[in-house]
């Protein structure tokens, strides 16, 4: 009886964690938020493969899933975007709440969408929660807010309501195998992603310890990137696949 509790027990965990991050954002606590919001993502991995291990699985944890994920992934990051900007641009910091409607269309699509069994189409809310979290602790704690980059941050935070729901596809990190061909971009990112921490980490020692707080959000701006030129690559590949077809000769008699 206990065992079928397991997996709703730790996505309630991934849902208290996301309170406590909206919290601590609304409080200006960014640093905490942003570890609390990497805790409610651990919690978010282990309730999926907890009810796989244990045979447990059912639909009231799959909604249960997606309405914490709407708060620690949707409300924390736009609740820590929206807090950090107020000072920064008035009342337009707001508008960077459109994070959390937009996680919650992408929740809701992913739940009916079948293509994304292996792969993501849009981004998936966990990493922009931790691209937000990351970067709002980072740039206050080294102080540094200017008007203009108050005003980008609100113009990007448009973009990721964009990337949130695009069709756009994003790479899984869950590996089937261990072999390269099969894994060659997630390899490539785990290894880009290890020498920018190393990076990091040495300015860090070097400079100020709060850089390493921007580890996240360089993380997930490289897995971004990398999506995009594989996105941007395949696509070439495909429209050139099919201009060498249309254009091909057609075979005489």
Same mark, same amino acid.
């Given at each position: 009886?206990?065992?079928?509790?397991?997996?709703?027990?730790?996505?309630?965990?991934?849902?208290?964690?996301?309170?406590?991050?909206?919290?601590?954002? /609304?409080?200006?606590?960014? +640093? #905490?938020? *942003? !570890?609390?919001?990497?805790? %409610?993502?651990?919690?978010?991995?282990?309730?999926? @493969?907890?009810?796989?291990?244990?045979?447990?699985?059912?639909?009231?944890?799959?909604?249960?899933?997606?309405?914490?994920?709407?708060?620690?992934?949707?409300? /924390?990051?736009?609740?820590? +975007? #929206?807090? *950090? !900007?107020?000072?920064?641009? %008035?009342?337009?910091?707001?508008?960077?709440?459109? @994070?959390?409607?937009?996680?919650?269309?992408?929740?809701?699509?992913?739940?009916?969408?079948?293509?994304?069994?292996?792969?993501?189409?849009?981004?998936?809310?966990?990493?922009?929660?931790?691209?937000?979290?990351? !970067?709002?602790?980072?740039?206050?704690?080294?102080?540094?807010?200017?008007?203009?980059?108050?005003?980008?941050?609100?113009?990007?935070?448009?973009?990721?309501?964009?990337?949130?729901?695009?069709?756009?596809?994003?790479f899984s990190l869950k590996f089937h195998n261990l072999a390269w061909a099969d894994n060659r971009l997630r390899y490539v990112?785990?290894?880009?992603?290890?020498?920018?921490?190393?990076?990091?980490?040495?300015?860090?020692?070097?400079?100020?310890?709060?850089?390493?707080?921007?580890?996240?959000?360089?993380?997930?701006?490289?897995?971004?990137?990398?999506?995009?030129?594989?996105?941007?690559?395949?696509?070439?590949?495909?429209?050139?696949?099919?201009?060498?077809?249309?254009?091909?000769?057609?075979?005489?008699?």
């Open positions: 009886m206990i065992r079928k509790h397991i997996p709703n027990t730790i996505t309630c965990c991934n849902l208290l964690s996301g309170c406590a991050a909206v919290y601590m954002a /609304a409080q200006q606590q960014y +640093a #905490a938020a *942003f !570890l609390l919001i990497l805790l %409610g993502a651990f919690f978010d991995f282990f309730d999926g @493969m907890s009810a796989r291990l244990l045979g447990v699985s059912n639909p009231i944890g799959k909604e249960m899933d997606s309405l914490a994920d709407v708060i620690t992934f949707g409300l /924390a990051p736009g609740m820590a +975007a #929206a807090s *950090f !900007l107020r000072p920064v641009v %008035g009342w337009w910091a707001l508008l960077s709440l459109l @994070m959390v409607a937009f996680s919650a269309l992408r929740l809701a699509k992913f739940n009916l969408d079948e293509r994304q069994t292996t792969s993501f189409l849009g981004l998936a809310t966990p990493p922009n929660a931790i691209f937000w979290a990351s !970067l709002t602790a980072f740039l206050h704690a080294v102080g540094y807010a200017p008007l203009w980059l108050g005003i980008v941050l609100v113009g990007y935070s448009f973009l990721s309501c964009w990337l949130l729901v695009s069709e756009i596809p994003f990112f785990i290894i880009g992603s290890v020498v920018l921490v190393f990076a990091l980490a040495v300015c860090a020692a070097e400079v100020d310890p709060a850089i390493l707080l921007a580890t996240g959000a360089v993380v997930i701006f490289w897995y971004v990137l990398l999506a995009l030129c594989t996105a941007r690559t395949a696509r070439t590949s495909r429209t050139s696949r099919t201009t060498r077809t249309t254009h091909a000769p057609k075979e005489t008699r």
